[in-house]
């Protein structure tokens, strides 16, 4: 529902502000700033009492705005501090900020097992010199290479050497930024340990609350191993009614992701929306008393918290407990609030708790999607009008996925770069097996061990799940079932989002002049997909990547790619490095070829280790190379080092005519150095890949 006027919706007015401050302040998050920043709020909030207390005096009456613009200006400078405050690295005692031989640390999620890897973050309590203990703060990201490590878990105190480093950065183009992304979590160091490298001090020292919500989740994720016997069915049932990833394979997630379902595998609104229905089924009988429709709500609410803080307090569930704590509230008291008030002040509520929350994908689109549903789906559904009351019904539940996933659309988009064609199909599917997934798996975890009813309801739990799973990999390969390769300018996600407020409004309020807005944004949005492609399609390059253990070269003409790499298209690195550089650049067509392979095509020839691609050449120098004094020296543009070559550059210069020297990452740190310091004395262009950002270099 659209409100008619701004005072229907005065939370949702004044969260716009607070957003706004929030966002300049992840970008301008200096504690420099804090103290010009707590001046001016405290001079207009002591501005503002004043205006309150000599209202008449001062005839503020007459200038009603002027209230607006403190309120605001306020709530703006609110927003920007509370980033400061919530960011670690501005507390003098975080632990970075102090010299460490050891550290005391104590896990503070559950540790997952990833790669062989068993990794968690832990907050820092201490940083250890000899003897002396000085207290500290601060989030450190640790991976553990160990089997024993297996017995850790949420609340154990270790201690560790205080050997972390910053997390890396991305060094390839288009390359997930995990750096940035663990940053908006307050983690900005990181530590790999093995067997013998840490001490545990002490177990269970966590939050008891938290500490038995996650003991108790592992205890419901082995009952349902215990009846269920498919491991991907266990995996699904895990995540959807407990919010437990661990276990989910590759497989399982694409199908979900290319079909637009993958909400349905992250706890949120939904699930917590069937619990409240349960439960307020179960106690309905206390509405017959004086006070029980507060009775029922002091049980609900607890219990609804309680659910979020078992499957890990994500954004969306939290998101869904504040709204639905509220609706409660309003309920107990009828007291009726508006929707998009309701979803604006648990968005304050989270916000003030951790205003670095607004960074989270899960976050923006739980919101995004719930928006979309009080606001666009009144809309949608008042295309059509059906007398039959199953097919009405039928068209309700198609204008919420409709809803939902135009208003997700532009940020879907611009972060996973694809479109699920067949949505509407796969969300209409999925309503009734999800729900039945959820109540069956309810019921089979809370009921007691009954033979005969617990078998039967992890029969239905599973068999649903594998249903639901073979539908949806059957629509996955269906032709046409996605859209990849979106890859969206900052600037083109907000003309396409300001595209659909503008069709959506234009249909509710059928103003020509948003029609003529939309026209242009349109024309605005096509000119810089059009002039981005044909940079793109006539621009040539080759891109020396660093992909740390192996080597990888891309040679890009228009949207044709060769790429000489030790690695395969389906190893890990390849689609987390390569892939992701590949897609941005609409490249439709890729060969792969290894370093030692010959290449004829029509834009590169390769023979040997020399490379010629266009009016630019490359001759590689590896493990392999020989020392062999031509007639005449040969000339290249780039001389790329890798696979640690045992032979100084003075031998090389013998036979090669260069511009510049490529040293990529599979060389060690000593022969790296090495190199560094031969081209220093010999002054000749170089470019380090370990540690470093890719070299693209354009080719015409």
Request: hydrophobic share 50%; charged share 15%; aromatic share 12%.
């Amino acid at each position: 529902m659209i409100a008619n006027h701004k005072g229907e919706i005065p939370v949702v007015i004044l969260l716009i502000p607070f957003l706004l401050g929030i966002s300049v302040g992840i970008n301008l998050r200096s504690v420099a700033y804090l103290m010009p920043l707590a001046v001016g709020f405290a001079s207009l909030l002591i501005l503002f009492l004043l205006l309150n207390f000599y209202y008449s005096r001062f005839k503020v009456y007459k200038r009603r705005w002027l209230g607006g613009i403190i309120i605001h200006l306020l709530l703006f400078l609110a927003g920007w501090i509370a980033v400061i405050n919530n960011n670690e690295l501005n507390n003098p005692g975080h632990f970075s900020k102090l010299p460490a031989q050891r550290l005391l640390v104590r896990i503070n999620n559950e540790p997952q097992i990833k790669n062989g890897l068993i990794r968690f973050t832990a907050d820092v309590l201490a940083n250890i010199n000899q003897q002396h203990s000085l207290p500290a703060t601060g989030t450190l990201m640790i991976s553990i290479k160990d089997s024993a490590a297996m017995q850790l878990a949420y609340g154990d105190e270790l201690l560790i050497p205080g050997k972390y480093a910053a997390i890396d950065p991305p060094f390839n183009p288009a390359e997930f930024n995990y750096k940035k992304h663990l940053a908006h979590q307050n983690i900005y160091y990181q530590e790999f340990l093995y067997p013998g490298q840490y001490r545990l001090m002490q177990s269970h020292a966590g939050n008891t609350f938290i500490a038995n919500a996650l003991a108790l989740r592992q205890q419901m994720v082995e009952k349902l191993k215990n009846q269920m016997h498919d491991p991907n069915a266990i995996a699904v049932a895990s995540t959807l009614i407990l919010g437990y990833k661990a276990d989910l394979s590759e497989d399982v997630l694409q199908a979900y992701s290319k079909t637009g379902t993958i909400h349905v595998l992250s706890v949120s609104g939904a699930h917590v929306a069937i619990i409240w229905a349960l439960l307020a089924f179960m106690l309905n009988f206390l509405n017959r008393f004086r006070h029980g429709r507060v009775i029922k709500a002091i049980i609900i609410i607890p219990i609804i918290w309680y659910y979020a803080m078992l499957t890990g307090f994500s954004p969306a569930v939290c998101r869904a407990a504040v709204m639905i704590s509220t609706v409660i509230i309003g309920k107990t008291y009828n007291r009726y609030i508006n929707n998009l008030n309701i979803l604006a002040i648990s968005a304050f509520i989270l916000l003030l708790y951790n205003p670095l929350l607004i960074t989270d994908v899960g976050f923006q689109l739980s919101y995004l999607a719930v928006a979309g549903l009080v606001v666009l789906q009144p809309v949608v559904y008042e295309w059509f009008t059906f007398s039959n009351k199953w097919i009405d019904k039928l068209w309700a539940l198609c204008s919420v996925s409709i809803a939902a996933q135009v208003i997700t659309f532009p940020l879907s988009a611009f972060y996973f770069h694809q479109f699920p064609v067949y949505f509407l199909f796969s969300n209409l599917f999925i309503i009734i097996p999800s729900a039945v997934i959820m109540y069956s798996g309810i019921f089979y975890l809370l009921l007691p061990q009954i033979s005969f009813i617990s078998a039967g309801l992890a029969w239905l739990l599973e068999k649903t799940i594998l249903l639901m799973n073979a539908v949806l990999a059957w629509v996955e390969h269906l032709p046409f079932a996605s859209i990849n390769k979106i890859w969206l300018t900052a600037t083109e996600h907000l003309l396409l989002c300001a595209i659909i407020i503008c069709v959506f409004y234009f249909l509710y309020h059928r103003k020509i002049w948003l029609l003529r807005a939309n026209i242009a944004l349109i024309l605005l949005l096509a000119v810089s997909i059009s002039i981005k492609r044909y940079r793109l399609y006539t621009t040539n390059s080759i891109a020396f990547l660093n992909l740390r253990k192996d080597m990888g070269i891309v040679f890009k003409s228009g949207d044709h790619a060769i790429i000489v790499t030790d690695l395969a298209d389906t190893d890990k690195t390849y689609n987390y490095s390569i892939r992701p550089y590949l897609d941005s650049c609409k490249i439709s067509d890729v060969i792969l070829y290894k370093p030692d392979q010959d290449i004829r095509s029509a834009f590169l020839r390769k023979q040997g280790n020399f490379i010629q691609f266009r009016n630019q050449s490359v001759a590689l120098i590896n493990n392999g190379y020989e020392d062999t004094i031509p007639a005449v020296k040969l000339k290249t543009d780039y001389l790329y080092i890798t696979g640690n070559p045992k032979i100084s550059l003075a031998i090389i210069n013998k036979n090669h005519e260069y511009h510049s020297i490529i040293i990529d990452a599979t060389n060690a740190p000593k022969t790296v150095q090495f190199i560094v310091d031969q081209t220093r004395t010999l002054h000749t262009n170089y470019v380090v890949l370990k540690r470093n950002k890719s070299f693209v270099a354009t080719s015409n």
